[in-house]
């Protein structure tokens, strides 16, 4: 970046604990073995034995299909389901006798859903493969669009203009910048957007050649990177020839075109940095770092005489580990994934670097975790189901009927000699219709029944769902209201199989640091030698505050600042990320006042010292910024800069600092030599870092949680330990994430000892060496003398609360599963509404006198025994406090830890304690690890047997978003893993909201009334069919001419029901928030319980029986037309066809809530639009037009009776279902209704008041329902 310079670390020979699990451990003895085959000749990929190894090459493929599987792999997709298989079989059939159409009509409608099926599914995934282009072109974009729209380049402008129409997917961003120039700009007003893309000439050809050239830059395959030929040189090569073996060199900015071994880099000691946003969206940097023995491999002339063997493991998805040896020089030496540079991420900070392919294309490790996310279904699809197999049985059992009158009919047509119906010829037919053979014939008849009623399975549903889940899935993703402006993150639906379920939610199971907090910390107190400091209240304070009678938060008997949470009493300056520390007593060098004063030095220097950060020089501003590890230690850094001592910048092994010297006041330089660091891991807690001042001191530097860091305490080095020790348990209380912080002076001899013993562990050849090494340094991070504690704030995220408590007056239950201390998270849950006034908390812990006795007797069973008794007897207890408040109104929140939650998930327990869980109306589980998250989900998930949604943002979450039925990702600072295996990913909590109430409910409500009214059409459909084989003897003729059976779903009835579940809406998005109960018709299924789904279908069979009588009684046996023909077999056809068109859109009519432009076009087009076939169609000759020759135009158009009594079955086909919602509506109003009522009358403003007694037994009754279902 221009303008800046980094100060690296460089650690040298140091030795992190990131850095020990190089080593031959168990996994290194397998080498060779199964699963450790893969052997890698080093810049050497002719050898002729690696040859028959046959490695896949470096090319790389996105899409589900390619072009010779595509047509096969779609196929057996869409033929694994049932009613495609049926449609399929009967195709075949049609080409026999059997069949009561002709072949054509069957296979044309089939033709077109699958095909349309097909054709929806390789736009989808050419789709998936450019979307990598489209966000590389928008980061394209995005890097030159600052200097470029200062500028004001109306070109560039104009491409971005022409761009948001042109490329799917960056229509919102490009938006907001193309806004943001227009105002900076000062364009004229009639220099607009609209004139902007308009002005051609030579901008379409800069468009056209930059978006070319975006467009190739951005192809991955055909990237290029310099690979070492046999000339001994550097030639470019493309990617995807790339081959395992093949020596590279990778600069500065560039990414890793495979998996490579590092060799060396431009640091002599073979260290390099690596962004690997791209894997997890961490931005943080990583230290890679060759093996010593392959270090000085730097110039073209080392590596010609280079070759080596490298043994592995085989391909695999583990990103984050990797198990090899090389073989180099004669000797061994084990690899880990310290020495490995994945593909996709990129090289920051260092020159260059020399790698070797280790694995390339598909066994890239990138590649191996490519995976789609989890296949679930939802529960309306898995009902769709069952309800298909109800229509095949009620298929099987009409063919049935009409087999069993068609064969006691045939049989008695010859009876004792004489023909009864003679015009059939009885005496001279085929085995379709023999007297004599009755019961082959009716078994013949059944299966031309089960062809000719197939209309009753709507052989467009399924395609027809898919297209209206991809469409809301679109407006899902385009939602402004969902866009999160601040990181450029849009939500994104990553499938379409659960739309509706997002309308079904009963349990929210949510993780809370980064998904309900910022995970963007705050140093805001800290405790030093026993004193406090920090004034301001956190967010967790005011709640705190609030809830114990606004009297302010106290710690050390200093009043936190109530007036000003922000912090603003002691300076009003500018804010700075990652600190809102505000005390007078130790800002702007007062801490050299301070009675400790030589504590604070110390403790400060510690912050300034022990971490692991890059410092970021501006050079034009001269501001310094750091890139850390974890949020929370740039804080750390932060903050010490703030107080006087500013960690500026460092070499191999010094570190340097800007120092305040409390004698002279001035700032003064300090060189720390850096001599150990032994980094932070989860199981260790804590950090430490050796060095020497310049007073040639040796120091460990130490912090860490305060579970491990008291007991490292020396017995002179607890002076502060009470006050400390309270202090924490303030800051848990506030919500406060806490590290205690130490040191202690080494002797040389120790010093020297250790090192010896430290080195020996480090370059053991053994199993255990990781755990010699953890052994040897814990052995030096002992007798520790307390400084201090910090306190950083991880805040909430905007809107969280508000969010919380929307959800919750939905009826929706909020679980929080969370590692925090129990402290931290109730205060949280306080702060973010989970908990509130007047609720009662129900606590189930093993923090108690008597576990901690045992646990210090060391008899595991007794305290298992005990913990088990106490967790029995704590859920008993709360569900006997929920039986004597349950006539209440009181509400209940539970909160439990860790320990005890292990024994509630125990296969005796966990149905009391889920029995408790889901009465309460918030849970938070304290101290929760990835696994205790997943096994709440399910049992949550099977117990209640309502749908889950889970929400986090960290790989500790996957497990419990792929348990839950809906896995909703927010894409924070925790990296992309949780988002990658979610079903749905915003950018904020607060964006759950809209997506449930609003989304959800929508799609919910349109994917219910979708297939409703697709099952109503069919059935409506097929019964007229079947009632005119009962009319005509069961012959097996079809009432309509083939053509007409085949375009009804395909072309008369589908549009408008895809209309209906793309853009209805009962309510607005406005009312959906304004009145959250709305969502309980969702989570209690009414829109499509059976009682509405056979509701339907019975409307269906009465419309049929409306239809055909209504129709057969009004034109037949009178004058058709004006010359007196009565209607025939052709006319009545039409005629009945026309009144099941009319009836059936007219249906959807009455249905729709929210009409469109669309939904007009798409209705009233349909029926146009059969009017329209029936003339192109019988225009036809009478060879392919058979039964509608000419049937419209000169017989049906011409008679008045036609229309008559068209409008007579129509009304009278629609009056029964009109009458029912007139009646509910004003009688048995649902709770959408009721709002469409006061909004229709302009009074939706104030509907929680003034109620009609009708409605407000309604809604009493609705609430009853789910106090009673929760119960």
Known sequence: MPGHSRRKMHF??????????????????????????????????????????????????????????FIPKSLFEQFRRVANIYFLVVAFVSF?????????????????????????????????????????????????????????????LCLLALMSFMVPGVT???????????SNCNLSSNCSLVTLTVKWGSIVTVLEEKTLKWFQDIEANNRKVKV??????????????????????VHKDEYFPADLLLLSSSYED????????????????????????????????SLQKFTAVIKCEDPNEHLYSFVGTLYYDGKQYPLSPQQVLLRDSKLKNTDYIYGVVVFTGHDTKVMQNATDPPSKRSKIERKMDKIVYVLFSTLILISSVGSVFFGIATKKDIASGTYRRWYLRPDDTTVFYDPKRASLASFLHFLTGLMLYGYLIPISLYVSIEIVKVLQCIFINQDQDMYYEETDKPAHARTSNLNEELGQVDTVLSDKTGTLTCNSMEFVKCSIAGVAYGRGMTEVEMALAKRQGDRPFEVDGSLSDVSGHNGNTVDSGKSIKGFNFRDERIMNGLWINEPHADVIQKFFRVLAICHTAIPDLNEESGEISYEAESPDEAAFVIAARELGFEFFGSTQT??????????????????????????????????????????????????GADSVMFERLSKHGRMYETQTREHIKKYAEAGLRTLVIAYRELGEDEYRIWEEEFSKAKTSVTADRDALVAAVADKIERDLILVGATAVEDKLQKGVPECIDKLAQAGIKIWVLTGDKMETAVNIGYACSLLRQGMTQIVITLDSPDIEALEKQGDKEAVAKASHESVTRQIREGRSQLSSAKEGSVSFGLVIDGKSLDFALDERLEN?????????????????????????????????????????DGANDVGMLQEADIGVGISGVEGMQAVMSSDFAIAQFRFLERLLLVHGHWCYRRIAMMICYFFYKNITFGFTLFWFEAYASFSGEPAYNDWYMSCYNVFFTSLPVIALGVFDQDVSARLCLKYPLLYQEGVQNVLFNWPRVLGWMS???????????????SIFNQAFRMDGHVVDYEVFGVAMYTCVVWVVNCQMALSINYFTWIQHFFIWGSIALWYIFLVVYGSFPTTVSTTAYMVLVEACAPSILYWFTTLLVVVSTLLPYFSYRAFQTRFRPMYHDIIQIRRLEGADSDLSIDLPARVEIRMHNLKVNLRQRNS
């Open 270 to 301: 073979g260290i390099c940095y690596v962004e690997t946003m791209n894997l997890d969206g961490e931005t943080n940097l990583k230290l890679k770092r060759s093996l010593e023995a392959t270090c000085s491999l730097r110039d073209e002339e």
């Open 12 to 69: 040298g020979k140091l030795y992190s604990f990131s850095c020990f699990k190089p080593s031959f451990r168990e996994d290194h003895d397998q080498i060779g073995q199964r699963g450790y085959s893969r052997v890698v000749y080093c810049n050497d990929p002719d050898n002729p034995e690696a040859v028959p190894l046959n490695y896949r090459g470096n090319y790389v493929s996105t899409t589900k299909y390619t072009a010779v599987n």
């Open 172 to 182: 919102v961003p490009i938006a907001i910048l193309l806004s943001n120039a227009h």
């Open 228 to 249: 070492y030929g046999r000339d001994h040189t550097f030639i470019e090569t493309k990617w995807k020839n790339l081959r395992v073996g093949d020596l590279v060199k």
């Open 96 to 156: 026999s006798p059997l069949a009561p159409y002709s072949a054509p009509s069957v296979l044309a409608p089939l033709i077109v859903v699958i095909g349309a099926t097909i054709i929806k599914e390789g736009v989808e995934d050419w789709r998936r493969k450019k979307q990598l282009q489209i966000e590389n072109l928008y980061s394209g974009i995005a890097q030159s669009a600052v200097f470029r729209l200062q500028q004001c380049d109306t070109e560039f």
């Open 654 to 703: 010094s570190i340097l600092l800007h120092e305040l010297d409390p004698k002279t006041g001035e700032k003064v330089t300090r060189v720390y030599e850096l001599l150990h660091v032994l980094e932070f891991t989860s199981s260790r807690k804590r950090m430490s870092i050796i060095v020497r001042n310049v007073e040639n001191q040796l120091l460990l530097l130490s912090k």
């Open 1099 to 1113: 409307n269906g069979v009465i419309s049929s029986i409306i239809i055909f009588f209504f129709t057969t009684n």
């Open 912 to 952: 009391l304690f889920l029995d408790l869980a889901i009465n309460c109306a918030s849970v938070i589980c304290c101290r929760s690890s990835p696994k205790q998250k997943a096994r709440v989900t399910r049992l949550v998930k099977v117990g209640t047997g309502q749908t889950t949604l889970a929400i986090g």
